[in-house]
């Protein structure tokens, strides 16, 4: 469902061991300190852009890879937090494409890796799907006649392995803007038994009100889709269930959806996609342990496909060992993939970007 306040030291404890387990805060985590501020993020330029696909059963034809792969040079004062935010990708994201870059203090002018192209999930090309295992959204617009399929995508942060987001489809049946929380019972025990906090809701608008400024009800009990008033939580295992996006994000998203718009969860750690004549594998972490065997899982997929024989099986276990959530294409005979450096974020004379 939603996220729980915990104590700020276990807080930096989880991310200090790699561990997405949960956050705690009472009040909203500030960029106040770095380079960063708020307006930055609300800024970013790519959040709402549609990516065209086209997908289909002919690997020479099919278009189901989106974006595309670029490169940041990090300034003095850079965290993984702030760059993932502003280039519209989880810290999960973001970590698993630079392992051994330090995540709080990059070098300066450090290569960060931005992972921000994506193998489309094997879904309906309709609505919202949500890939658990990614922690991310994918919006496939709504098809006018004739016209190409537009489709947006959002990093997310999802449920702790003991509050786990389920798989299932649903629809949107309803919007809420400045949502009351209304705290379950069991969330209200945890709470108490945590910090000794009683409430039974926090009105909307709230800066402690962890449904941020916008909320989606889903058809599927006790589950929405909403913002956040913990921003740096996008990325990581930390709520109870619901998926929370950056306030930004969260904002374009309600503006684009209707209410009746159809959507799914799904698990799927392996992705499978072509664009251009060429095959791709995108591996994630199997966070809830839900797919033994992603070398296998991902032969499976190809032969479902019917692209086993066009690929590298070395460059396929290569994808499954890194478990980078990059892209890698894997067609019989591919080289490695060019990547475009991004320019730094122009500085304003307050020394943000």
């Known amino acids: 469902m939603v996220t729980t306040m915990n104590s700020a030291s276990r807080w930096f404890q989880t991310v200090f061991a790699g561990l997405s387990a949960v956050i705690l805060c009472s009040a909203p985590v500030s960029s106040q300190g770095t380079r960063w501020n708020e307006d930055d993020f609300y800024r970013k330029a790519a959040v709402a852009r549609p990516f065209v696909a086209a997908p289909s059963a002919d690997w020479r034809t099919s278009n189901t890879v989106i974006g595309g792969m670029r490169s940041y040079a990090a300034h003095t004062g850079d965290t993984f937090f702030d760059v993932s935010r502003f280039y519209g990708l989880g810290y999960n994201e973001l970590i698993d494409a630079n392992p051994g870059v330090d995540a709080w203090i990059p070098a300066e002018s450090q290569d960060i890796l931005l992972p921000t192209e994506w193998v489309l999930p094997h879904a309906e090309y309709s609505g919202i799907v949500v890939n658990i295992p990614e922690m991310r959204l994918y919006y496939y617009h709504p098809r006018k006649g004739n016209g190409p399929l537009l489709v947006s995508t959002f990093p997310v942060g999802l449920g702790r392995d003991d509050w786990r987001t389920p798989q299932g489809k649903f629809r949107v049946r309803g919007k809420t803007k400045n949502p009351v929380w209304n705290i379950p019972e069991s969330i209200r025990k945890e709470r108490i038994a945590d910090k000794g906090y009683s409430e039974t809701s926090i009105p909307g608008g709230s800066p402690d009100n962890p449904l941020g400024k916008y909320r989606m009800e889903l058809t599927l009990p006790l589950y929405t889709i909403h913002g956040t008033n913990i921003p740096w939580g996008v990325g990581m295992q930390v709520s109870h269930g619901c998926v929370r996006l950056y306030p930004e994000d969260v904002e374009v998203l309600f503006s684009m959806v209707p209410v009746g718009t159809p959507g799914e969860f799904v698990y799927q750690p392996v ?21 033994p065997g992603l070398f296998w899982e991902a032969r499976r997929i190809l032969e479902r496909l019917g692209w086993s024989d066009r690929v590298d099986r070395q460059r396929l276990a290569r994808a499954v060992e890194e478990q980078s959530g990059v892209p890698l294409d894997i067609t019989a005979g591919a080289g490695d993939a060019r990547v475009t450096e991004e320019p730094r974020p122009p500085r304003d004379p307050s020394g943000h970007s």
């Open 271 to 291: 992705k499978i996609g072509a664009r251009d004549g060429r095959i791709y594998a995108e591996v994630h972490k199997d966070i809830y342990a839900l797919t």
